[in-house]
């Protein structure tokens, strides 16, 4: 279960969101799209296309210089990782690097989103029928949602329950914008909100379809609407995977020389730790997205160097203070004048 | 015997400790009613093969009674009243009652021994006790199930209680925090797994803190050890502060 707390306007929670949904279509998977906001026939028509291999080797040449691959790797490891149930052989493909490349300025074609079978939820479409499962005091719109997705899981066969389907496939379930007041949730809206555990109920019922069928699931939540901390601590403890997305946008980091190749930073809250006692944890948690024209890339934060004698006192404060929060392994760090390594 | 032992995490996971007691007392031989309510089987039966215990044997023949919490949820929400046969442990999710008594039943019927069972003292282990305030169950109703139970277990059949929370340094989660201040003040045992207050290290994953009731009754000061810890694939070492195999 990923759970993603979206940036102050959207707009980056929104890409990853659609690349969640665009890698489900290439590697073939269903989809199950689920929103309050826009149709999801909309955000359908709006993935990116991906970028077949030879094109992208001779663009990842032009940029050769500007981008280490090994790093391209790193943090697309850090991204994507989903989950499913460990008895479950994912389709047996060659594909030798994990995942895929989308070209963000460039629609996905309506063949190839045709290819794969989804389904959508639209919370306005929904409404008027009559959950039929027990709600036990969750918010109905939640409730439908449930239903929604505890019936194609069940019909479609992804919770094991129909042996002749030799063909087994992995559901990828987008949400989007949960807990916002489109969702008849008022978390979003006050410090003690009314009904203050239908979010984490249905967090926890979500989290049960998806651990007893081939499905993972992503979910963009507007953190930074939600008032009540309490909230946050406990949507975070019944998550496996929570991505922070901060855009620079409208704030001071802007214009931080510092972040001046960069538009926002990935925080990286909770890593999964599903069938083992460690979790997979990278050498670096800090890590800084930029979106170009083409490409979207997360990549470690990298200080440029201080070369400049003359730097003024404000700035170089800014510069240890942010070498504080690089916490990278117990190596010493050279703070100061000098070129910062990783 | 009759022991609470609390399990704290603070700024990290600190699950490991409850699969490390998981498989402590099902090779010691004890009986284990294990309320799982975050994560499914098949997560803790792998990890208890990599420490050395098969679950999936220890519930065939009968030592491990095992409630996998999302699993119940969903038979609650999903399935037919009549196919269940008994009423749902997490009873208190449908909104019919706001009590845990239903919980407190099944692990008080799993952990009575019945004829024949030949197992060395009961034990109840739960992770994670949050996840009940965020299922919506008062902190009141969650303090009174760990009573009861620590009662039933502890007192009567003589057997152990080990229970793991989530609390956090300003955590504005009140609920939780006074859940987790009663269970510190009843428990016998507390290991405190903390994360690193400077930040996240590759060779030192987190500090356990061991503190010991001497004595409930006379105001003893605990007895308070601290060390620091790393998690591999199979097991954790641990080493005083400071003397981290990557240091030495």
Redesign the interface.
Known sequence: LVFTEEDKYGLYSNLLFKYFLAEGIVCGHDLFVASAKEHPDNILKELPAPLLDDTYGKELGDEAAAIKSEDFQESMKIAWRYQNLPKVETSPTTYTKFGHYYDVSKKMSPELCQSVKWHSFYLHEELSSEPKMKTCNMNSGYASLLQSIQRIISQEGFDGSDPQKKQRNILRIGIQSLGSILWGDDVCCSDTPEDSHSLTKFLYVLRGLLRKSLSACIITVPAHLIQNKAIMERVTNLSDMVVGLESFIGSERETNPLYKDYHGLVHVHQIPRLNSLICDVSDTKDLAFRLKRKLFTIERLHLPPDLSDTVSRASKQDLAGSAKLLSSGCGAMAIGKKHLDF | QGKLTLLRDTRT?G??LV?HFLSFYLRAGCKVCFVAL???F??YN??AQ?LGVNLAAAKERGQLVFLE???S??D???GDEEQLGQPSPLQF???STSDLRALFDFVRVSLTPADGDSWKGPVLLVDDL??L????AAPVAVLDFMHYCRMCVCCQLKGNVVVLV?S?ED??????ELVVNSLCHHSDLILWAEGLA???????HGLIKIIKRLSLRQAEQDQVQVYQYK??????TFFARGL?A??L
């Open positions: 996971d699950s490991f699969h975050l994560q499914s098949s997560h792998i990890v990599k919490g999302l699993k949820c969903l609650l929400l999903f999710l449908s909104g949050s996840v305030l965020s299922l919506g989530h956090n955590s504005e989660d009140e609920e939780n400077t930040g996240f290290c590759k060779d030192v998690i591999q694939d199979r097991n954790v981290s990557a240091v």
